[in-house]
């Protein structure tokens, strides 16, 4: 079991930055792959970025690539994501997820996940 806590949220202005983090429960966090995610009002939601167990491998949705960054800290149990250029289409819920497979988590389809922590950017 993996309890996923996110953070780092809130208000910020267009081309501001934001770091969000997820703090994971449980000893086995380098067993598994961590994503984020995001929801907007009244969209589905979308994947975002993802990093492999031991963070030498990441992916990114096309429209954050360059501006965002996702890490981990597998001694601090912690997957981070570093936005910057934020933009008023990023407003969104971010949620952290959690699988042990790579391919779930870009599906979408992964076991856990947090309750999520809103993002807003002002124009």
């Known amino acids: 079991q993996v309890q996923l806590v996110e953070s780092g949220g809130g208000l910020v202005q267009a081309g501001g930055s934001l770091r969000l983090s997820c703090a994971a429960s449980?000893?086995?966090?380098?067993?598994?792959?961590m994503g984020w995610f995001r929801q907007a009002p009244g969209k589905e939601r979308e994947f975002v970025a993802a990093?492999?167990?031991?963070?030498?491998?990441?992916s990114y949705e096309d429209s954050v690539k360059g501006r965002f960054t996702i890490s981990r800290d597998n001694a601090k149990n912690t997957v981070y994501l570093q936005m910057n250029s934020l933009k008023p289409e990023d407003t969104a819920v971010y949620y952290c997820?959690?699988?042990?497979?790579?391919?779930?988590?870009?599906?979408?389809?992964?076991?856990?996940w947090g309750q999520g922590t809103q993002v807003t950017v002002s124009s």
């Open positions: 990093i492999s167990r031991s963070g030498d491998s990441t």
């Open positions: 997820a959690a699988d042990m497979y790579i391919a779930a988590v870009l599906a979408g389809t992964n076991h856990y």
């Open positions: 449980g000893r086995t966090f380098s067993s598994y792959v």
